[in-house]
């Protein structure tokens, strides 16, 4: 092989060679110019002659093919292999070829190659000769498959400085989030301690299996990894380390407590409203836990059980009802608390406020017996009196003694509440109306809506989502299957007079079934079901509230579900006798 020609379809051969197996092209940090030296140089003098003024192959096309595509590269097995890479068969051109070849592999890469051209290069160009005759000069020319082509309205450089991003923030990703800290996010997810975090196990075990792959590829090779990698998974994965998944996976790298790093998620990604529904903690967790526990000797004060009247100290007794001072004196086990009759609550209007100071000061010590009112909204509010199994194991709390507390009421105690929250809706405001319909194996596709009448008779709905008193912050328009859809109106100010509240079918589709709503106000939820399938258009009258001056009255036009209920083996809405008031054990 003696003709350029010849030599370009080698070039053109071993290009469509190397894209026959990758789909992406780089390129190296090198100069055009030095490339065009290094090309010039590598001819033998004798195959690089003056030809009029200057060398047979200092070529004005030629020298721009090589600085707009010379330094093209792609990556096999991680390592560079260039467009120089092939034998000529020609002791004229292998010379040149290799010299660019050990020039180009030698540099890293710096950038996708992108391009909007197929054709790179001028194939042939013509000369009129003096004596009336024409020559053909051959030049470098090569042409892309469409693979290779972009065709994105973007410029070339806009698109190149997003693929570079991608690269560089995953190298980063895979250089500073450690293997355990991957490993601890996932186990949050698969214990669904982690909010919203079953949208992020997919791309977390992805990364463990990439933090797997990086860590098998020797040093100097890594970079090289990472464009492969990046083009290969798009942007979304490639750039998890700036999502707010990637700020929890980072926090627990640099050693920043699980809680700590959680919470910071959660602040990120979760409503104000958001409550987590467990507590956080891993199997590693547990066991760097248990080791700790064994180090300081507090084995045995592990196991607890609930409280008995015999637990409590005299001095540490505020109030003592005479049957629970039967059993402390006797020493007998406090088995349930002493039933006494169910009670109607009394209106109590006219009964006056008192300070928890005077409480104690002026009621406790003059009183025989005392009652409590427990009301449907204490049930979240409840506490146990936790004591040690074994009394005379070392305290593991920072007060005198080894009694604990735990609370009954973590989560709010309606899952509708719940679902409203997810959605972003104010479950906190005084006045709370909420509706549920589209229920789990009840698929309901209809589009109800909820409707508030303020006391000025604004509407609150879809098509006026503000009013003067309060906002619709969640409007659901397609129920998707297997998920309850849910509407929420939170009075957030409100206004003397009367809350007028309904549902309105806005688009009957297909669905046999009707709806759920709640009234939340003073702490208390009214929980109402209609069952029937609502007709194109109708509206169904739920409750009326009336307000003035902070006070609720509630007028019900769908009967209510707020009656008596069973709580610690307690009827709510009435009366129980109290057998012992004490201490905080941390008082």
């Given at each position: 092989m003696n003709t350029f020609s010849e030599f370009n379809q080698k070039l053109s051969s071993n290009l469509s060679r190397i894209l026959e197996a990758e789909d992406n092209l780089f390129i190296v940090d090198v100069d055009g110019d030095k490339l065009w030296e290094t090309y010039l140089e590598g001819f033998l003098p004798q195959h690089n002659q003056i030809f009029r003024e200057r060398r047979e192959h200092d070529c004005s096309c030629c020298r721009s093919f090589l600085r707009q595509f010379g330094a093209v590269v792609a990556i096999v097995g991680n390592e560079i292999t260039s467009i120089w890479n092939f034998e000529t068969g020609s002791p004229k051109y292998q010379p040149a070829v290799d010299a660019l070849n050990a020039l180009v592999i030698s540099r890293p890469i710096v950038d996708v190659y992108v391009?909007?051209?197929?054709?790179?290069?001028?194939?042939?160009?013509?000369?009129?000769?003096?004596?009336?005759?024409?020559?053909?000069?051959?030049?470098?020319?090569?042409?892309?498959?469409?693979?290779?082509?972009?065709?994105?309205?973007?410029?070339?450089?806009?698109?190149?400085?997003?693929?570079?991003?991608?690269?560089?923030?995953?190298?980063?990703?895979?250089?500073?989030?450690?293997?355990?800290?991957?490993?601890?996010?996932?186990?949050?997810?698969?214990?669904?301690?982690?909010?919203?975090?079953?949208?992020?196990?997919?791309?977390?075990?992805?990364?463990?299996?990439?933090?797997?792959?990086?860590?098998?590829?020797?040093?100097?090779?890594?970079?090289?990894?990472?464009?492969?990698?990046?083009?290969?998974?798009?942007?979304?994965?490639?750039?998890?380390?700036?999502?707010?998944?990637?700020?929890?996976?980072?926090?627990?790298?640099?050693?920043?407590?699980?809680?700590?790093?959680?919470?910071?998620?959660?602040?990120?990604?979760?409503?104000?409203?958001?409550?987590?529904?467990?507590?956080?903690?891993?199997?590693?967790?547990?066991?760097?836990?248990?080791?700790?526990?064994?180090?300081?000797?507090?084995?045995?004060?592990?196991?607890?059980?609930?409280?008995?009247?015999?637990?409590?100290?005299?001095?540490?007794?505020?109030?003592?009802?005479?049957?629970?001072?039967?059993?402390?004196?006797?020493?007998?086990?406090?088995?349930?608390?002493?039933?006494?009759?169910?009670?109607?609550?009394?209106?109590?209007?006219?009964?006056?406020?008192?300070?928890?100071?005077?409480?104690?000061?002026?009621?406790?010590?003059?009183?025989?017996?005392?009652?409590?009112?427990?009301?449907?909204?204490?049930?979240?509010?409840?506490?146990?009196?936790?004591?040690?199994?074994?009394?005379?194991?070392?305290?593991?709390?920072?007060?005198?003694?080894?009694?604990?507390?735990?609370?009954?009421?973590?989560?709010?105690?309606?899952?509708?509440?719940?679902?409203?929250?997810?959605?972003?809706?104010?479950?906190?405001?005084?006045?709370?109306?909420?509706?549920?319909?589209?229920?789990?194996?009840?698929?309901?596709?209809?589009?109800?809506?909820?409707?508030?009448?303020?006391?000025n008779r604004n509407l609150i709905y879809y098509g006026a989502m503000h009013g003067v008193t309060g906002s619709l912050d969640v409007d659901i328009i397609h129920p998707i299957r297997n998920e309850a859809a849910v509407e929420n109106i939170a009075i957030t100010q409100p206004a003397n007079g009367t809350y007028f509240f309904l549902v309105h079918d806005y688009a009957a589709r297909n669905g046999n079934s009707g709806f759920r709503a709640e009234i939340e106000f003073d702490g208390q939820i009214h929980e109402y079901s209609y069952p029937q399938r609502l007709q194109q258009g109708e509206k169904v009258r739920v409750a009326d509230v009336k307000y003035k001056d902070g006070e609720f009255v509630l007028h019900n036009h769908l009967e209510s579900s707020t009656s008596t209920r069973q709580v610690w083996g307690l009827s709510t809405q009435q009366f129980h006798r109290v057998s012992l008031i004490t201490y905080s054990p941390n008082y």
């Open positions: 391009t909007k051209e197929t054709i790179h290069g001028t194939h042939h160009s013509n000369e009129l000769l003096e004596d009336g005759n024409v020559r053909q000069w051959d030049h470098f020319h090569v042409k892309l498959p469409s693979k290779c082509v972009t065709r994105s309205g973007k410029s070339e450089e806009s698109i190149m400085a997003e693929y570079r991003e991608s690269k560089n923030v995953l190298k980063r990703a895979l250089d500073e989030i450690r293997s355990d800290a991957v490993d601890t996010v996932l186990e949050l997810i698969s214990e669904a301690s982690l909010y919203r975090g079953d949208e992020w196990a997919h791309s977390v075990g992805e990364l463990r299996k990439m933090q797997a792959e990086y860590l098998a590829v020797p040093f100097d090779l890594r970079s090289n990894y990472c464009w492969t990698k990046s083009m290969q998974i798009g942007p979304a994965l490639s750039r998890i380390r700036n999502h707010s998944i990637g700020v929890l996976l980072q926090d627990i790298s640099e050693g920043k407590d699980v809680l700590d790093a959680v919470k910071r998620y959660e602040f990120i990604v979760a409503p104000s409203n958001y409550k987590r529904p467990k507590e956080i903690f891993t199997e590693s967790m547990v066991k760097k836990a248990q080791e700790q526990i064994q180090e300081l000797g507090l084995t045995e004060s592990l196991p607890r059980r609930f409280a008995k009247l015999t637990d409590v100290k005299v001095n540490n007794v505020l109030f003592a009802d005479r049957d629970a001072v039967k059993v402390m004196e006797l020493g007998g086990v406090f088995a349930q608390l002493i039933s006494e009759a169910s009670q109607k609550p009394k209106n109590f209007d006219r009964a006056p406020v008192i300070s928890i100071t005077e409480f104690l000061s002026n009621v406790l010590p003059t009183a025989s017996n005392i009652a409590v009112l427990l009301e449907n909204k204490h049930a979240s509010r409840l506490v146990s009196l936790i004591a040690p199994v074994n009394a005379d194991a070392p305290s593991m709390f920072k007060w005198d003694n080894g009694f604990s507390w735990a609370y009954a009421g973590n989560l709010t105690d309606s899952a509708m509440k719940n679902r409203v929250a997810s959605k972003g809706g104010k479950i906190d405001a005084p006045l709370r109306f909420s509706i549920q319909w589209n229920d789990e194996n009840i698929h309901n596709q209809s589009d109800y809506d909820a409707h508030c009448q303020e006391p």
